[in-house]
């Protein structure tokens, strides 16, 4: 969940109210938000963070990760002001603004967008936040900017039409923001590699052959996209034209961040709400107009909305409280229905269900009178998390601490350490993953708790600890490609294995059962099986009623040294679901 810090002076100029904390907390947990005060240890190392308030947004309320924005909805929900109308103007004469993309860009980012945000007037204020809005959209909906990066250009300085190109780190050399000579693009990928900020962005195109660049009509290069602008387009608070592009990999989010970014800003220009389009034309010769802002109606049922929130208001009062939340809505089809027009702002109305959420906000959750449910059912535990609560009081009964790791996990975790091949695990990846750490869905639980117990080497031995929890295998069977398995998990470390320990409770969890231990397929035992994870000969497997259902051992000496530990483990790992 996003946060922003909100300076408390413009705050209360734009809302026209000075607010204690406690008062501004109640309105925004009123409007579905949640507001801080820094800490005492912040304010210590930070005095400036006095004149701050914290909000937590909701991840996809994009509109309101600036104080433009937020106080806008603010002032709306508080009835003090109308819900802006926003629009996208022709420019005038031959003021158009276009952006070629050419094909080359299809080897990294194919899409762009683009419009100018003419006549604003900027403050340090102002120009502060619209800075702040583009790092909290890169590093929400832009996903780090893999999605989507924004470049933002002092229209004055340079002129159009503007090339989208994509060309060889050799051949793009140019003064970078902030940068005191030019550089070719290998010159600025070593210099940001050791850049706290811009490092984390380098691996996005640094393995590419061809690398995103946009250059104006005289070869001045505006951004190498996603990493850094150019240092002659830079915007300050004296820019009254901006230009702003959006190179992507999807579209789609391309143009929820250009109508974000200029619906938020856009109350600075001389003419209040308006965004001037800009021309994209693409490689195939189509050509669309940006920004669209676009609005669209949804029609909901008065009677669905009274159901779902559990309260009974008049269609009249249905589409004020929309109203407040920025969705203007009028009573239809003879009061049978309220039809919604949703704004460009708010790109997390989809279905009526978002309608409906939207109702309960603004009537208050608060004001909402319990009821007892009309249905007549007795809630009861699923029996896999009935068995899985009754095991673990078990294991921990049996001297066996819980722990509980991370779902995701990296590849050599699940193949290498344990001595396997990938294809092996037979596990789901993660198409793309952020860091090493998390590449596939966990397809075994045994190297989450060997990481724990390597993070924990200074604890006293013995360490014996267990988990209880779903592990993820592909499955062409399901309609997801992939299905979950509730697996048991026990490890004993010490400085001898205690495989007897381990073998113990594996018993003393079948006799819970009531599976009795035979060689037949009417009970469990365990018969000797290789396992590359385990040392030879001392590995076996659980059969239950002729299936295997798990492995029993004393792990390997290779094993052990990969998760860095120094002394031997005996461990064991089963599905228990065929005990259900």
Do not use: W
């Amino acid at each position: 969940m996003p946060t922003i810090a909100v300076n408390k002076e413009q705050l209360f100029k734009s809302l026209g109210k000075t607010y204690t904390f406690e008062e501004f907390n109640v309105l925004c947990f009123e409007f579905g938000l949640e507001a801080e005060e820094p800490e005492e240890e912040e304010l210590k190392q930070n005095p400036e963070l006095a004149s701050e308030f914290k909000v937590d947004i909701p991840a996809n309320r994009y509109d309101l990760l600036c104080i433009e924005g937020l106080t806008r909805a603010l002032k709306v929900f508080l009835e003090k002001i109308k819900a802006p109308r926003y629009e996208a103007l022709e420019p005038n004469g031959d003021q158009l603004q276009e952006l070629t993309v050419l094909p080359s860009t299809a080897q990294v980012r194919p899409y762009a967008v683009a419009a100018v945000l003419r006549n604003i007037t900027f403050t340090p204020e102002r120009y502060k936040s619209f800075i702040s809005l583009q790092d909290k959209l890169h590093q929400n909906l832009c996903r780090r900017r893999t999605l989507v990066a924004i470049g933002t250009h002092d229209l004055d300085t340079i002129k159009g039409p503007f090339l989208y190109d994509a060309r060889p780190p050799a051949d793009i050399k140019f003064k970078a923001l902030n940068q005191e000579r030019e550089m070719t693009a290998p010159e600025l990928m070593a210099l940001y590699s050791t850049d706290n900020q811009l490092k984390h962005f380098l691996p996005i195109i640094q393995d590419k052959p061809v690398y995103p660049v946009i250059y104006d009509q005289n070869g001045v290069v505006l951004s190498m996209p996603p990493i850094i602008n150019g240092d002659h387009s830079k915007i300050t608070c004296d820019t009254r034209n901006v230009f702003i592009e959006c190179t992507a990999t999807d579209l789609t989010k391309a143009k929820v961040v250009i109508d974000t970014l200029v619906a938020m800003f856009c109350e600075y220009c001389d003419k209040p709400f308006t965004v001037e389009k800009a021309k994209v034309t693409m490689p195939d010769g189509s050509s669309a107009f940006y920004p669209e802002l676009g609005y669209r109606m949804e029609n909901v049922s008065v009677d669905i909305i009274n159901r779902n929130v559990g309260i009974k208001i008049t269609p009249e009062e249905t589409a004020r409280l929309l109203t407040r939340m920025c969705l203007a809505a009028e009573v239809a089809d003879g009061g049978a229905q309220v039809r919604v027009e949703v704004p460009p702002t708010r790109q997390d109305v989809i279905h009526a269900c978002d309608v409906t959420e939207d109702v309960a906000i603004s009537f208050g959750y608060n004001n909402i009178k319990k009821t007892i449910p009309l249905t007549n059912t007795v809630a009861n535990q699923l029996p896999i998390n009935k068995l899985t609560d009754q095991l673990r009081q078990e294991m921990a009964a049996g001297g066996f601490t819980e722990v509980l790791t991370f779902a995701l996990c990296s590849r050599s975790d699940v193949s290498d350490k344990l001595r396997k091949t990938i294809e092996e695990a037979n596990a789901v990846h993660i198409a793309n993953p952020k860091t090493l750490d998390f590449q596939i869905a966990r397809s075994c639980l045994l190297p989450g708790v060997l990481r724990t117990i390597s993070n924990n080497r200074q604890m006293p031995l013995p360490l014996r600890l267990f988990e209880i929890s779903d592990v993820v295998y592909k499955d062409k069977t399901k309609d997801v490609g992939a299905r979950n398995d509730r697996r048991l998990c026990l490890v004993n470390y010490n400085k001898s294995s205690g495989f007897e320990i381990v073998k113990g409770m594996l018993d003393r969890v079948m006799q819970l059962l009531e599976v009795p231990m035979t060689n037949d397929n009417n009970g469990y035992h365990i018969r000797e099986s290789p396992d590359p994870t385990y040392f030879p000969g001392r590995s076996a497997e659980i059969v239950l009623r002729g299936e295997k259902i798990g492995q029993i051992g004393v792990l390997h000496p290779e094993v052990i040294t990969k998760f860095e530990l120094g002394n031997p483990c005996a461990a064991l790992e089963m599905t228990i679901e065929p005990f259900l």
